[in-house]
């Protein structure tokens, strides 16, 4: 008897539900979901374009995906500043810790005497295996310091008749970028030659002494650029775009001594 009351209870409750679907906390009314979300409708957001070259640094572990974003972005800023590297390296990281100026003045004077993995202020850092949050204030600004350091490097292009031919490799979400620069002498003439490989086509922007060339990319997102140059030492900025990968471009400084 108690099973046949349990199986007409359950199929009026059936009835019941196929009658008036219960709705969720946020429905007034009944409404018809698709069973699929199409590709084209999922707003997805896009990596930041220039985040891979991180795993080209010789970091003990690794920095936070957006603190490596702005800690770049003030380390561009910084390319075309006549300040030493000591002071760069202090400017480029003091927002981070913006009450330790003096301790980071201490650590940016360790960082460019001691190699990049043997930084005293690190102390355990190397055996950590988790990361950037789980390090002490003093290991955060020694390792952002480290990155910094990289950074401005890796951004910087030396150039002289005595190292005439530079290259330098970016790593993208993309792809490799290739940026090639040449110094060459033309009789009374000299020119500063870029020569690139990008991931996706983009343009380059090589400007310096007041002047300024553009050159987009065309067959194999290859493009070049080049410049007159005067027999003194200058910086040139060179600009990459490459929309389909990243909005903002990425800034490079060449510089040039006689």
Same mark, same amino acid.
């Given at each position: 008897m108690q099973e046949r009351f349990q199986a007409v209870l359950k199929r009026r409750l059936q009835v019941e539900i196929q009658n008036h679907p219960p709705l969720f906390p946020w429905e007034s009314q009944l409404v018809d979901y698709p069973e699929f979300v199409e590709e084209s409708s999922i707003a997805l957001v896009p990596a930041w374009g220039w985040l891979a070259q991180q795993s080209k640094l010789n970091l003990p572990i690794p920095l936070p995906d957006k603190i490596f974003q702005q800690l770049m972005d003030k380390c561009q800023l910084l390319l075309t500043s006549s300040l030493p590297l000591g002071p760069k390296l202090v400017q480029a990281v003091e927002s981070f810790f913006p009450e330790d100026y003096q301790l980071i003045n201490d650590l940016a004077g360790m960082v460019l005497r001691t190699s990049y993995r043997s930084v005293d202020a690190l102390e355990t850092i190397p055996n950590i295996q988790r990361d950037y949050s789980d390090l002490q204030p003093r290991q955060q600004m020694a390792l952002s310091l480290m990155a910094a350091k990289q950074l401005l490097e890796n951004l910087t292009l030396p150039i002289s008749f005595a190292n005439p031919v530079i290259e330098q490799q970016w790593q993208t979400n993309a792809g490799t970028l290739i940026i090639r620069v040449e110094l060459q002498s $033309?009789?009374?003439?000299?020119?500063?030659? &870029?020569?690139?490989? $990008?991931? %996706?086509? /983009?343009?380059?922007? $090589?400007? /310096? +002494?007041? %002047?300024? =060339? &553009? @050159? @987009?990319? %065309? &067959?194999? +997102?290859? =493009?070049?650029?080049?410049?007159?140059?005067?027999?003194? +030492?200058?910086t040139y900025t060179l600009e990459v775009e490459c929309p389909e990968l990243e909005q903002q471009p990425l800034l490079l400084a060449i510089n040039l001594t006689m």
């Open positions: $033309l009789g009374k003439l000299m020119k500063l030659r &870029v020569h690139s490989e $990008l991931p %996706t086509p /983009g343009v380059l922007k $090589l400007e /310096g +002494n007041g %002047t300024q =060339a &553009v @050159s @987009s990319s %065309t &067959v194999a +997102n290859k =493009a070049s650029v080049e410049l007159d140059c005067q027999p003194t +030492n200058q």
